[in-house]
């Protein structure tokens, strides 16, 4: 997996069960535009913490998306491949 490392790609997996290289859209980040300081997601996450809103991601999907980066990172120090569940 690369991020940001191909010009142009933000992000490539290179996988020979799946024909080699694969490239992802990454849509762009939000940013302060025209002095625009509500970032939905911020916003949504403050709402949340404040029980305005349900939460919009709910806790299992973040600890998934952590396990993949660790496993990313298990992976890479290693050399091989790695099974999830981690723990």
Do not use: H
């Amino acid at each position: 997996m690369r991020i940001n490392v191909e010009p142009g790609y933000p992000l490539v997996v290179y996988s020979a069960d799946l024909g080699g290289k694969i490239i992802f859209e990454v849509p762009p980040m939000q940013t302060n535009v025209q002095g625009q300081w509500r970032l939905g997601v911020i916003q949504d996450f403050v709402d949340a913490i404040l029980g305005r809103i349900p939460c919009p991601i709910p806790g299992e999907d973040g600890y998934k998306a952590l396990e993949i980066i660790a496993a990313l990172d298990r992976s890479c120090q290693i050399g091989q491949w790695v099974e999830l569940p981690l723990l």
